[in-house]
Every structure is written in structure tokens, then in C-alpha cells.
């Protein structure tokens, strides 16, 4: 009993211990200005250089996941580049080498933690040479497109075709078709077909080979079909002409300035071969002629050339391009003196004029027509023509006005002397 009686107060004795111990609360003395962690900062890849480059300094996208100093290894530097964010971060490699770059490294050493990252490795790219060619060399070919094709069905034995090419060049047809046009301007160019039978024609491909012998792709013509016309072969028409016939000795003349443009006849249908033309109209004529003119170009820049030619007129543009060249230079005397006159009608002297002073190289004067003098303004344009049989026989009858007969005549002379 009495045993018992002191197991009892020993146990009392050490509940009373126990109990203020536990019930005590622990107070750490923590001093806040040191982290309880310290990590280093963690680095990924962003975006790689990639994996064939002709970039020798060539960026580089990483993630820094603390601020810091950039430090570099291997290949690949970046002196221009030594602060991280705490983010995405592009570097710009300092120049590389051609070659395989596999050994370049990135560290961070934080700026807050001090401690420095574990090496990010840049995945292994290569830079490749660039073969840079001298600026003068053109290695790049014409690129040909269909504009226009010719109507599927024609009774047009001379049909037109219009395609476009980047580059001017040289015209050369493939099959059945062929032209005489042979230059190429850049822009759409519109080539009339020489005379084409009866029949399906659907090899026809035309080709442009620009200055440097670049050859441009085949550009097939899409089939077309011509079918014979309800005229006799007696009376049958030169190209889509109808008061001009195939057996007009100018025929192949009118042919030749539709396929540049230059003429294309009236809006019924007709050449009028006989008619006269005006100053303002030959001035298009020359330009159209030589490619001197592009429609999408302002000549004029909101001043008139001549007085007398207002921006409302339709040949505003062809005649400030006319001066600027020197095609065209007004009157220079007289009642008309200072103006051009737009709708007189042309003389053979002011003609060659217009047409010859789009040639190249000095034209020297003498004899040549007896109706034209030593003195005349006019005289070497006419001992030109005289040479090269422009206006045929011994006098040039200067103040004769010029037929549209007459103009195509002569330009296709030109063309056949390689001129034009």
C-alpha cells in the first residue's frame, strides 16, 4: 500500500514537470537579412540560332529566371551583351566564323543571390558562306505571265497576243506563231502573230532573253483556233485593217507599228492609211515607238509644256516627255514662236525630225534631196533619210503633210536597219 501511495506521487510529481514544459512556445531569434534559401538562377533556351545560318552574328533568345552577369564560353561571345533580366534575354553573337559552332556556353551569376547558373549549352549551328556576286552581274532570268491570250475562236489570221514580262529582252518564238515584234519592254508587251493559216494552234511559246543571256521561262500561248474569214483570198484583209489589204505593199508596215503600239488604227476598224496626223499624235507615235514612255510616269510635273498643250488634253503627258527628250522643241520663230501647235498637221521635214532625234550618234548634214538646201533646219534629218531610202526618190517635198501610210513605212525602214 505504501508502494503504491509513492508510484502515485512520483507520477503526479511528473505530470506537474511535463506539463509546463510542453506547454512553453519556442521563439527562433531569425535575422530577416539572410535568405533562409539561396538559389541560383535558372537558364533555358528561347530561341536557338538556327541550325544553318548565313548570318555571322546570328541572335540568340535564353530565360534567365534572376537578373545578373552574362558570362560566355566556347565559340560564341556577345561584348555588347553582359547584363541579364530576369526574363526572356536576346543576345547578338559577336562575329562567327564559317564553320560548325557546337562548344558555346552561357552562365549567369545572380545579382541578388550571387551564386552562378549552371552552364546553358547553345545548341550547334553552322554558319555558311554567302557568295556575294559583284553588283553588275544579272543572274536572274525574265518571269513571263499571260495578259491577253487570242480569242479561242478567230477569223483573225494576224492575231494579237499580250504577256508580261519583268524584264526587257529579246523576243524569241516557239511552234507555230512568230512575230516581227522582237523587243521586250518591261511591262505588258503586245506582239501581233504573222499570218497564220486555218487551224488549231497550240505549240506556240514565246521566251525572253534579257541583256546578261538570262533566258526566261517558256510561255506557251493558249490554244486558239482561226478559221477561215468569209472574204476571198483576193480581198483579204491585212491584219484586223478592213480598208487595208494583205496585198497592200505597206501591209507588213502597218502590221509592224500595230505590234508595238504605236499605231493601232481606229475605233471602227480601219488604218485610214491615207489620212494625215497631227503634231500631238506623231509625238506619241516617235515615243511609243522607241519604249520612251511610261504611262504610270507624271512628265510634266503640274507644268505644261508648251502653252498651248492644257492638262486636260490627252497627249499632255506625251508631249512633256517629248520635250524633255528634245523629240519635240516648239517653234522657235515667228507668230507661233513658244508654242507647238498640237493639232497642226505634220510636215515631212518636222516628221523625220520628231522620229530621228530618238536615234543615237551625231547625223551630220549635206547633200541629199535636191529640194533641200545647205541651210535648211531639217538637213541632216533628210540626208539621213536620203542614205537610207526613207522617203524614196529625188525630192523630199519637205512641206508635204505625212500620211499614216507613210509614217508606218518609215518606221518599219528603221526596224529593217536596226534601229528600232
Known amino acids: 500500500m505504501k508502494i503504491f501511495s509513492k508510484i502515485t506521487a512520483a507520477l503526479s510529481l511528473a505530470v506537474l514537470v ?22 541560383a538562377p535558372q537558364l533555358a533556351v528561347v530561341t536557338a540560332v538556327a541550325a544553318e545560318t548565313y548570318d ?17 564560353s566556347g565559340d560564341c561571345k556577345a561584348t555588347s551583351y553582359t547584363n541579364a533580366v530576369a526574363g526572356n534575354n536576346t543576345v547578338t553573337f559577336d562575329s562567327l566564323s564559317v564553320g560548325m559552332h557546337s562548344n558555346c556556353k552561357i552562365t549567369v551569376k545572380g545579382t541578388s543571390s550571387t551564386m552562378t547558373s549552371a552552364e546553358l549549352v547553345v545548341p550547334a549551328f553552322e554558319v555558311k558562306l554567302f557568295l556575294v556576286l559583284p553588283p553588275t552581274i544579272d543572274i536572274l532570268a525574265p518571269k513571263l505571265s499571260v495578259v491577253s491570250g487570242v480569242a479561242t475562236t478567230t477569223q483573225d489570221h494576224t492575231p494579237d497576243f499580250t504577256f508580261k514580262s519583268d524584264e526587257a529582252g529579246t ?33 506556240c511559246t514565246i521566251k525572253v532573253t534579257d541583256a546578261a543571256a538570262n533566258v526566261s521561262n517558256v510561255l506557251e500561248v ?16 491585212c491584219g484586223t485593217f478592213s ?12 502590221l509592224y507599228v500595230k505590234s508595238l503600239g504605236s499605231m493601232t488604227g481606229n475605233p471602227d476598224g480601219t488604218f485610214a492609211p491615207d489620212s494625215l496626223l497631227q503634231r500631238d499624235q506623231i509625238a ?5 515607238t522607241f519604249a520612251q514612255f511610261d504611262a504610270t510616269t507624271d512628265y510634266c510635273a503640274s507644268k505644261a509644256a508648251f502653252p498651248d498643250v492644257s492638262e486636260s488634253s490627252w497627249a499632255y503627258q506625251y508631249v512633256c516627255r517629248a520635250k524633255l527628250l528634245g523629240v519635240v522643241t516648239g517653234y522657235a520663230s515667228g507668230a507661233d514662236k513658244g508654242f507647238f ?3 497642226r498637221s505634220v510636215n515631212r521635214a518636222e516628221f523625220l525630225a520628231f522620229m530621228l532625234r530618238n536615234l543615237s550618234g551625231t547625223m551630220v548634214g549635206g547633200s541629199s534631196y535636191t529640194d533641200v538646201s545647205s541651210g535648211d533646219w531639217f538637213n ?20 508635204n503633210f505625212t500620211t499614216r501610210r507613210e509614217v508606218a513605212r518609215v518606221i518599219f525602214k528603221l526596224h529593217l536597219l536596226g534601229k528600232i
Open 380 to 399: 541632216k534629218y533628210a540626208k539621213f533619210s536620203y542614205d537610207n531610202s526613207l522617203f524614196a526618190g529625188t525630192k523630199l517635198n519637205p512641206t
Open 284 to 288: 506619241k507615235i516617235a515615243l511609243v
Open 243 to 254: 480598208d487595208v489589204m494583205t496585198s497592200d505593199s505597206d501591209c507588213e508596215a502597218i
Open 341 to 343: 501647235r498640237p493639232a
Open 222 to 237: 493558249p490554244t486558239f483556233t482561226v478559221i477561215e474569214t468569209l472574204l476571198p483570198p483576193a480581198v483579204a484583209i
Open 171 to 203: 523576243i524569241t518564238y516557239g511552234g507555230s506563231c512568230s512575230s516581227a515584234a522582237t523587243a521586250a519592254v518591261a511591262g505588258n508587251n503586245t506582239v501581233t502573230f504573222n499570218n497564220l493559216s486555218a487551224g488549231t494552234y497550240n505549240n
Open 56 to 72: 555571322t552574328t546570328p541572335d540568340f533568345t535564353f530565360n534567365s529566371t534572376e537578373a545578373g552577369t552574362i558570362n560566355y
Open 18 to 39: 511535463v506539463v509546463p514544459f510542453q506547454a512553453m512556445a519556442f521563439v527562433p531569434n531569425i535575422d530577416p537579412t539572410i535568405p533562409v534559401f539561396n538559389f
